[in-house]
């Protein structure tokens, strides 16, 4: 059973950089042929893809995010991390990691994490 679980900072000042972790336990984030996302729902709106780091370390954004987004990942610890940068208001959001699995004809994201409250506030 693969697990997921998000953890950083709740609060984050406006103009600097939101980290976020996700540890993911019962799989291994070098195993092909998955990617592993994050997501993002701010309230009363939709879900948002904004990146992906594959099994291969090759790294997928969103157009609109890609300029603040990085993401990177620690094999040895099977962690994969999001640095959001230059954060505003608009950024308040729960945030997702989920495992994508493109084994088949279109991609599934088979696997979520609880999912982790951040608001951008000074």
């Known amino acids: 059973q693969v697990q997921l679980q998000e953890s950083g900072p709740g609060l984050v000042k406006p103009s600097q950089m939101l980290s976020l972790t996700c540890t993911v336990s019962g799989g291994s984030i070098t195993t092909s042929y998955y990617a592993w996302s994050w997501i993002r729902q701010p309230p009363g709106k939709g879900l948002e893809w904004m990146g992906a780091?594959?099994?291969?370390?090759?790294?997928y954004y969103s157009p609109s995010l890609k300029s603040r987004t990085s993401i990177s990942r620690d094999t040895s610890k099977n962690q994969f991390s999001l640095q959001l940068s230059s954060v505003t208001p608009e950024d308040t959001a729960v945030y997702y990691c989920?495992?994508?699995?493109?084994?088949?004809?279109?991609?599934?994201?088979?696997?979520w994490g609880q999912g982790t409250q951040v608001t951008v506030s000074s």
């Open positions: 989920a495992r994508g699995d493109y084994s088949g004809s279109y991609p599934v994201l088979d696997y």
């Open positions: 780091i594959a099994y291969d370390g090759s790294t």
